[in-house]
């Protein structure tokens, strides 16, 4: 025997050592409801439906042990053996939705040939549309039928055979408004504070945007530094006493009302506009004019 024929037999006792290792670690994890003989046969005529065609030359006994070994680590796999024979079942990696089985149970009966929907059809078309086993989720189907015939949507019943069949309700066309209805998005409320001009504001769709500008803010600051400025020039004014101290308790007044809690924009401009006069004898080259004639003129006050 030639080298390259030793070789090819190694690799043959190597891969079946493998493939009898992982069959034997499929019966350690189900020993009560399996054993060799039984996994063995089942991974065998398996092939089928791996196989491209009938005359698929392939061997996919390794490849099909391997897929029941990591679906039965996942806890993926049903396995029963009892007087009908062995049977190995592969689980769906999700559970079937409520409202999925819902929109296909409606999808399905809205486009009916026949008056009746049976169950082979709606079983092709969960598994068509979102891959799961319709049988693996009776429950789930039990429950959607119940809610879907209180409401009159859809009435069921079973043929001679025993077979589920679904048909149109008295109410479909009341279930079909609320199913074809336009969607309206959900308004989501964002608040947001900009500390500059604002150009657009993009939010998701059905967002509504509350914003909020830092301008006022600012603007306030300007004008009380402004009214400070403005008080520190009034002695070195030509104003007579009293209309200087009838400026000092108007400016007062106004930078209160702009410490306060919840400034008034309103009330402000009021104060200022009484000050434009006491600030124009101040005349323009004033170092404080400029500040006061700035301030002013950001809350619609003009000293000209």
Known sequence: MDQDLRNAFSALS?????????????YRMFPHDS?????????????????SGPNDPHDYQMQIALHFLELARKGRLKVALDHRG????ELDAK????????????????????????YVDLYAAVHQYLGLS?????????????ELSDKRYIRSDQTRSRMLRITRGLNFDEWKSTMTKPHTPAVTHNAFTF????GAVQTGEGSVANVQQATDVSQFADIKAALQSL???????????????????????TIKEIDSEKPSKGVVKALCSGLATTVQTLGSTSAAYALVSAA????????G
Do not use: H
Request: net charge negative; proline share 4%; no cysteine.
């Open 134 to 146: 319709l049988s693996q989720n009776l429950s789930v189907l039990e429950a959607v039928l119940e």
């Open 86 to 89: 062995f049977s190995v079942i």
């Open 35 to 51: 054993n060799p003989l039984a996994w063995n046969d089942k991974i065998y005529t398996e092939q089928r439906k791996w196989q």
């Open 14 to 26: 190597q891969i079946q050592n493998q493939f009898e290792a992982v069959v034997l670690e499929l």
């Open 231 to 253: 008080l520190q020039e009034l002695p070195k004014s030509n104003l007579s006493a009293s209309e200087r101290q009838d400026a000092e308790e108007l400016i007062g007044k």
């Open 195 to 198: 500390n500059g001009q604002v």
């Open 296 to 303: 002013f003129a950001a809350f619609g006050v003009s000293l």
């Open 95 to 118: 559970p079937l939705e409520n409202v999925d089985l819902k929109k296909i149970i409606f999808n399905e009966l809205s486009r009916l040939n026949s008056n009746w929907l049976p």
